[in-house]
Antibody, heavy 119, light 108 residues
């Protein structure tokens, strides 16, 4: 069974940085595109970023472009999200999710990790 | 940027049929995916590419994308179906994925 486990969340001050990780197991990680999706408290889902299976293509939501960087290490079966210049509005549960083709939905999700940006 | 519009809430009695719509510009030309999210849990894919159902999802869940109005239909609604439901598409013009605002399904 596919397993995705996020880590790295916590409380951080505005303007600071944080790096999230997503450890993948029980599937061939290097064959699939991976995403980050976030959900602010009491709000809906917001897609954040995607990275292609080989890491050559990356796309970002306008709300995070220039501040967040998605990356992956296929040798470690791990997805990352480097978040810089954090703002209060970045406070959310961050999920990693797997897709199976270029326009597909997300068939597996992690349990999420909470990021709180507060002074 | 591409926008998806869902009704904020839908209410249905147990055993009846719930229908949740998703609106967007020329959405009939896109593949629509649907997710169920229960409180405190990660979303679960219930319909992909308009009408396909992942393994393990009950046949009571179905989808359509005709007349430019994608619809998630839940037949014979049960109390356990009470959740938030989100539609999603891939916007090829921006290579962005977009979620609708979500619909809270209440089982009366």
């Amino acid at each position: 069974q596919v397993h995705l486990v996020e880590s790295g969340g916590g409380v951080v001050q505005p303007g600071r940085s944080l790096r999230l990780s997503c450890a993948a197991a029980e599937f061939t990680f290097s064959r699939y595109g991976m995403h980050w999706v976030r959900q602010a408290p009491g709000k809906g889902l917001e897609w954040v970023a995607v990275i292609s299976k080989d890491g050559s293509k990356k796309y970002y939501a306008d709300s995070v472009k220039g501040r967040f960087t998605i990356s992956r290490d296929n040798s470690k079966n791990t997805l990352y999200l480097q978040m810089n210049s954090l703002r209060a509005e970045d406070t959310a549960v961050y999920y990693c999710a797997k897709s199976w083709d270029d326009s597909s939905g997300f068939d597996y999700w992690g349990q999420g990790t909470l990021v709180t940006v507060s002074s | 940027s591409y926008v998806l519009t869902q009704p904020p809430s839908v209410s249905v009695a147990p055993g009846k049929t719930a229908r949740i719509t998703c609106g967007g510009n020329n959405i009939g030309s896109k593949g629509v995916h649907w997710y169920q999210q229960k409180p405190g849990q990660a979303p679960v894919l219930v319909i992909y590419y308009d009408s396909d159902r992942p393994s393990g999802i009950p046949e009571r869940f179905s989808g359509s994308n005709s007349g430019n109005t994608p619809t998630l239909t839940i037949s014979r609604v049960e109390a356990g179906d009470e959740a938030d439901y989100y539609c999603q598409v891939w916007d090829s013009s921006s290579d962005h994925w977009v979620f609708g605002g979500g619909t809270k399904l209440t089982v009366l």
